[in-house]
């Protein structure tokens, strides 16, 4: 009978999953176990802090409260359809996966449902052609602009002459980390360099052969498109082979502080393109103090408050409550719906104005989101990381990235996409 | 001699480094796969656990902070002290005594005379308890390993043998976290070799791998010994886990080194601690030699995780019990 | 009770060899049958199909598919995740090379492309033997793994080497794709589960499946009294890989509709398919069933109810998922060495008898 009794317990709590209708409903999809629990921890925080203050501090948006429900992905494609169908019933407004897996499956789900999915900084990077993706947006920049970016970087500190340099690009090797392959190698046929290409594979622990050969080959500068453990095993053997940290730049999931601690002292100079300001020089920290970790309302433990991916889960938590408050504008109700959400989103326009609203001065690049362009103007900045004093700095601020590289890839890679599928443009 | 032939050299020797490391882990799955016929997959999350007791103990954390915080609505961290990296280490290997008593008390007990894919899957069970009761006790986030073992690339020897290649060539170069892992990892091999051969308990260990019916009829407690391999095996881990995680940071991954040893497991044969570590060193310098000459240059590189079991494969086809596994009788 | 007989009263030898020999597990069995075909595709909403139902399903398959080559032919394999791999490009290759062709031939046919290359990966069987075998098929995991990630051509040329099933219908019922409706795809899934059972379950019980098993319980004495070790191993491995592909299909075109080989097809999705058949039962059609629902079922069902119901923290809810598995698998090892298939047939024999025990 023991069965029995397991299973009418099993149908109970499945029944029960279902979630309560809530005002404003924002899911994330979180891991905070797993491989990549390092990452996803300050992320998830730094999500749920920011929502945790505008319900504190300013009594919800518009006068509708949020209501954050946290679903645990452990970056495992197949929990996050769990989480997407155990928390789309409830009037889920925005999803933001936080893995490129689970993204990929989500774009047809979230279109066919009528849900808009945000990938800050990561998923698909052709979805920036909002013509054939009608419900994913990736702004403010994607993982081709953080390609470019690099590169820019590099023209404007070698006097815009980079021909006949090595570079190594050092990737995880699947789907995020093959993502800038293809961009790079059109740069290097623009600029003249050359690029060599350096697999390491998950989890990335073991990257001794990867080092060496850079070691032998001396590149001129070293790019890293990494995650999890292969970004402080990386940061740490170049350090070892004492390989000069200023030529090393990392994608900005390569360049949290968490990456670089491990390696100490060592690790001093290491760079990271990224879309978002770093550290807590912001006035909206103070208010994230007084109303969110002061009151003991704070996710985590309070002491990521401030670091990058934390930063990077605040930035996306107010990219998402921004386009809240523009659909409530632009509908005239406080209780939007998804399918509103989306249109305004699709409108969304971050000013410097706008952000310093917020507390946030210069915290990203200004964009305006329209119906063909689902990406923003792909403005990428450069950090560095200062070992002694244990913060990243901005050493290059958000520049424009290679538009005619990119676009000419995204309408590529996203025509292919609309051929196999049959989707039609859904832009005027 | 031109410089491609010392840089051949050097990743030879640092094939050789890495392969001592595997060889670590590997020989924590023969001991305990010879004395009680398991095979134990959770040897990878006991490193993973090691580790973050280690660093759990040495930074003064409270365990399961997460969960007191949680039921209890309070706000405790760390106990705020912050012990001596030896001691650390000693109280470490003491939990993994106590964990050995309680796998022995708890799961080997009740599972004796069983076929040996049922040991294994109970191992299963024990991999996925230890992650997440690892998680919960100390935290998931990433934390930072420092017993004092130097790291980098040791300059003496690049220094020294600078001269050798010419003009490309900079010397050797070595990672001195390496040096001292094969250090760590030889006075641990030649230490469990004497144990094994000079000591009662040691003598008695041997018997139990030759017969276990044998060993119970002289008088030897099988209990007692499964619980000194299992301390070993977790002394191993420990090891292990400190010398990985001393490079990424003790994470998650750490439990997946696991996998490393198993093509060594499979060359050297489950059942001889000689044959874990000529098995890891051949694994060590094959995989990084043939990333180096073939991997890399032809085939796009990162094929070090599928060549370690391809070579393996290709010994047992010919060796079907290992290089140095008891040879197979059957007989119907 | 309900297992009421008072006696053996076969009379033909089909009577004797059917596969339910026992009136109420006969009734029980259509019951099912019919409640899944008529009953679930009338209540089946997008949850339950994709958080329960449908791995539940697909694993099933899976795990019948090694149940035949661990369980019957006692080799252990760890390779799984690869043929699973290996079934789902086959699939995406015949996909979007044939458009026209419909969507049960495709995985049809990918299920045989995986059979081909289960027989190539089978050949070390011949030699290898217990674990030494298990480790050995690791070598098909990691480098079948690496060939789809390094390839361009299994992907189609994608920018990330990401693939996605484009949609397909049956009847004009889209069941892969954005369009699809819960019971559409329910069904056919249900109807290869049901098809591939019911095939396993005769294979295993003919000529091939008492080969198999003599070759589990001693290769040697086999060969002697006349079984083609050669023949035996590898139409395992054929079987087996054939029904592992046709559920890695499967996990492709109608669960997710997008993977990555290295995320969806590690080394991980190998070692879960064979807890399902240990946990299961070894040797057991239903015990591969029990062991994917238990597998399944069991992190959704501790999930929902440490979150859902009790409101706690989802880390502190995963954390503890892990240690409830991992307990419950020691648990019912302890208990019962041989599965929950064995619990179902104890608990039987003891109904059949029940209440008179003796």
Known sequence: ?428 | MSAGFYFGAEVFINGLMTGVLYSLVALGFVLIFKSSGIFNYAQGVMALFAALTLVGLQDGQVPFAHLINSIFGTQVHHFGWHLPALLAILLTAGVMVVLAILVERYILRHLVNQPDIILFMATIGMAYFMEGFGDLMWGSEIKKLDVGIPQGGNFWIEENTAFLGGEDFYGFYLDSLDIVAAVFAGLLVLSLVLFSQYTKTGRALRAVADDHQAALSVGISLRFIWVVVWSIAGFIALVAGIMWGSKSGVQFSLSLIALKALPVLMLGGFTSIPGAIVGGLIIGVGEKMFEFLIGAPFLGGATENWFAYMLALLFLVFRPQGLFGDKIIERV | MFYREAGDFKTSYADDSQTFPIKFDRYRYWAVLAFAFLVVPFIINDYWLNAVVLPFLIYSVAAIGLNILTGYCGQVSLGSGGFMAVGAYACYKFMTSFPGMDIFSVILLSGFVTAAVGILFGLPSLRIKGFYLAVATLAAQFFLVWLFNKVPWFYNYSASGQINAPERTVFGYAVTGAETQAWAVYLVALIFVVVLAVVARNLTRGSLGRKWMAIRDMDIAAEIIGVNPMTAKLSAFAISSFYVGISGAMFFVLYLGAVEVGEAFGISKSFIILFMVIIGGLGSIFGSFAGAAFMVLMPVLLKNIMVGQLGWATDLAAHFEFVIVGGLIIVFLILEPHGLAQLWRLAKEKLRLWPFPH
Request: glycine share 10%; proline share 5%.
């Open chain 1, 1 to 428: 009978m023991k069965f029995t009794k397991l299973a009418v317990a099993a149908v109970a709590a499945v029944m029960t999953a279902a979630p309560v209708a809530a005002d404003l409903l924002l899911p994330s999809l979180s891991y905070r176990t797993g491989p990549y629990a390092a990452g996803g921890i300050p992320f998830a925080d730094g999500y749920a802090d920011y929502l945790t203050l505008m319900n504190e501090r300013d009594g919800g948006v518009g006068g509708e409260m949020i209501k954050m429900t946290e679903c645990e992905t452990g970056y495992n494609t197949e929990k996050g359809v769990e989480c997407y169908e155990a928390t789309k019933g409830g009037g889920a407004l925005v999803y933001e996966p936080l893995s490129t897996g689970i993204t990929y499956q989500l774009i047809p789900k979230v279109t066919s449902d009528d849900i808009p999915m945000h990938t800050l900084g990561y998923g698909r990077t052709s979805a920036k052609n909002g013509n054939v993706f009608s419900h994913v947006f990736n702004y403010p920049a994607n993982y081709w602009d953080g390609a470019s970016g690099m590169i820019n970087y590099l023209l404007e500190t070698n006097n815009d002459d980079i021909n006949g340099k090595t570079i190594a690009l050092v990737y995880h090797n699947s789907a995020f980390g093959k993502e800038p392959i293809r961009t790079l190698e059109e740069l290097a046929k623009k600029h003249g360099f050359k690029l060599t290409l350096l697999p390491v594979d998950h989890p990335g622990q073991e990257q001794k052969s990867q080092w060496l050969q850079i070691r032998r080959e001396k590149p001129d500068y070293v790019l890293m498109w990494g995650w999890g453990v292969m970004n402080q095993v990386a940061v740490q053997e170049a350090a070892n082979i004492r390989y000069p940290m200023e030529n090393f730049i990392g994608i900005w999931w390569s360049g949290a502080d968490h990456d670089v601690l491990p390696a100490g002292e060592a690790a001093n100079g290491y760079k990271a393109v990224t879309f978002h300001g770093v550290g807590k020089d912001f006035p909206i920290y103070d208010d994230i103090q007084k109303y969110v970790v002061d009151t003991g309302k704070a996710a985590g433990t309070g002491d990521t408050v401030g670091s990058v991916l934390y930063n990077r889960g605040l930035y996306a938590a107010m990219l998402a409550v921004e386009a809240i408050k523009d659909a409530q504008a632009a509908t005239g109700h406080a209780n939007v719906t998804a399918p509103e959400l989306r249109d305004a989103m699709e409108n969304l326009n971050i000013t410097e104005e706008r952000m310093a609203g917020l507390g946030l001065p210069g915290f990203g690049p200004a964009f305006q989101v329209t119906c063909e362009n689902h990406g923003g103007d792909g403005l990428v900045g450069v950090a560095q990381w200062d070992a002694m004093a244990k913060t990243w700095s901005i050493i290059s601020d958000f520049k424009p990235t290679d538009s005619e590289v990119i676009d000419a890839l995204v309408k590529e890679d996203s025509e292919a996409y609309a051929a196999e599928n049959n989707i039609e443009p859904q832009c005027k």
